[in-house]
C-alpha cells in the first residue's frame, strides 16, 4: 500500500486482520526517535502486545549479532508462534527484520514499513531478506515474502539528499530495464523528488515497485528473468567492493549503469543517444558517472569473474537493447561478455 499519512492505518488494519497475537516493532535508532515512537503509541491504541526494539543504524550492524539480540529480547517478552515482526526503518532494517521474521519460530508474519527511498522502491519488495558476516554482504539470509508493505511517503521528507540519490540511482534503473514512460517521466521531474512533491513521489514509487513485483513473481528465485534488476549491478559491486565500501551502492550502480551501458552500445544495438540520455539523468540526480581514478577495468574484471554472475568462467551481465528493454540472447537475459570487450568500454 501506498499513500501519505498510512503509518496511521497500520493499527487498525493488524487488528482487522488479526494476523497475530504480539507485534514486535523493529527499526533503528534514527528511525527510532523520527516515527517509531509515535508508530508505537498509535499499535498500542488498538493492539494487545507491542513492543519496540531498537538497534544502533548503520550496516555494519546488518550482523548476526544483531539479528540474534532482536530475537533474544523478542524470547525474553514472550513472543510466541502467534507473533509478527513489523521491520520500520531503511533497508538495514527491513532485510535483517525480515530475516528473523523468516526464522523465528520457523517462520511469523513480516510487515514491512520502509522509511527510506531505497527501501520503498527496492528491498521491501521481493522477499530478499540476509544479514552481512566478515565474509561478504548478505551471505546468509531467506527469500521471505512479507505479509504486507506500506509506503508511507511522508516519512520520506526527513531523509538527506545522498539518501535520496541512493533510491533514484535505483528508480532510474527501472525506467532502463522495463519503462520507457518512467524514463520519460523522470527526465520531466527529477528535480520535484528532491523537493519531496506527494504526486511525483507516489508516481515513481508505485511504478518501480510494480516492475519489481512484476519480475519477482515471475521469477522469486532469479532463474533468468529477475537477472534484469541487475543493470549496473555487475560493475557497480565490484566498484563498491574495490572502494572498500567508501563509495555507496547508489553512486557504485551509477557507474556500473554507465560502463554497462557503453558494454552494451557494441553488443546489443543500445544506442548512443540513449547512452546520453542514462548518463545526463544520473548527472541531475546528482549521482557519479565516471570511474574513480584508482580503480581500473583490470581489477574490476577480477572481481566480478569471484561474483556470483560469473557463469563457466564467463562473465554474464544484463544489458540494454533500446530505453525500457532489455536484451535477451534466445530465452536468457545473461549476455555472455568478454573481458576485451569491458576493457574497451572502459576507454571510451
Ligand atoms: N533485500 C533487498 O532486495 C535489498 C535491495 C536493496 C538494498 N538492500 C539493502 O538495504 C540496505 C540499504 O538500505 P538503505 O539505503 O535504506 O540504508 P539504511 O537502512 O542504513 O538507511 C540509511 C540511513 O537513513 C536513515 N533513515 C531511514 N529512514 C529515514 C527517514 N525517513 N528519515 C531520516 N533518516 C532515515 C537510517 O537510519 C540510516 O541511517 C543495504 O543493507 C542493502 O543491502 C536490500
Ligand atoms: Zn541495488
Not at 25 to 41: H, I, W
Not at 88 to 108: K, N, P, S
Not at 124 to 140: F, R, Y
Request: glycine fraction near 10%; proline fraction near 3%; include cysteine.
Amino acid at each position: 500500500m501506498i499513500g501519505q499519512g498510512l503509518l496511521d492505518r497500520i493499527a487498525g488494519d493488524l487488528a482487522e486482520a488479526g494476523i497475530a497475537h504480539s507485534h514486535a516493532l523493529v527499526t533503528d535508532s534514527n528511525v527510532a526517535e523520527l516515527y517509531g515512537t509515535d508508530l508505537l503509541n498509535n499499535l498500542k491504541e488498538s493492539l494487545n502486545q507491542v513492543s519496540m526494539i531498537s538497534f544502533p543504524a548503520g550496516e555494519q550492524n546488518k550482523s548476526r549479532e544483531i539479528k540474534s539480540f532482536i530475537e533474544d529480547k523478542m524470547l525474553e517478552s514472550g513472543f510466541g508462534r502467534d507473533s509478527s515482526v513489523i521491520a520500520l526503518g531503511g533497508g538495514v532494517v527491513g532485510d535483517i527484520a525480515g530475516f528473523v521474521a523468516a526464522t523465528y519460530m520457523r517462520g511469523i508474519p513480516c510487515i514491512q514499513v520502509p522509511t527510506s527511498l531505497v527501501a520503498c522502491v527496492d528491498s521491501s519488495v521481493g522477499g530478499k531478506t540476509a544479514v552481512d558476516t566478515p565474509h561478504g554482504k548478505n551471505l546468509i539470509g531467506a527469500f521471505y515474502q512479507p505479509w504486507r508493505v506500506y509506503v508511507d511517503t511522508s516519512t520520506l521528507k526527513t531523509l538527506g539528499p545522498k539518501e535520496v540519490a541512493e533510491g533514484l540511482a535505483e528508480i532510474i534503473k527501472y525506467g532502463v530495464i522495463k519503462s520507457s514512460d518512467l524514463f520519460e517521466y523522470l527526465e520531466a521531474n527529477i528535480e520535484k523528488i528532491y523537493e519531496f512533491d506527494d504526486l511525483t513521489l507516489l508516481y515513481v514509487i508505485e511504478t518501480s515497485c510494480r516492475i519489481k513485483a512484476e519480475v519477482v513473481q515471475k521469477d522469486e528465485k532469479e532463474q533468468n528473468l529477475r537477472k534484469i534488476l541487475n543493470f549496473g549491478h555487475t560493475v557497480g559491486h565490484a566498484i563498491e567492493q574495490l572502494s572498500d565500501y567508501t563509495i555507496s551502492h547508489g553512486e557504485a550502480i551509477s557507474t556500473g549503469m554507465v560502463i554497462e551501458g557503453k558494454i552494451a552500445l557494441g553488443e546489443t544495438g543500445w544506442s548512443r543517444q540513449e547512452q546520453k540520455r542514462l548518463i545526463s539523468l544520473l548527472q541531475r540526480a546528482g549521482l557519479p558517472t565516471e570511474p574513480p581514478q584508482d580503480i581500473n577495468a583490470g581489477e574490476i574484471i577480477d572481481v566480478m569473474k569471484i561474483d556470483k554472475k560469473v557463469r563457466k568462467g564467463k562473465i554474464e551481465m544484463a544489458l540494454p537493447e533500446c530505453m525500457g528493454e532489455m536484451k535477451k540472447n534466445g530465452e536468457s537475459y545473461g549476455i555472455e561478455v568478454s573481458e576485451q570487450t569491458i576493457i574497451s568500454a572502459f576507454k571510451l
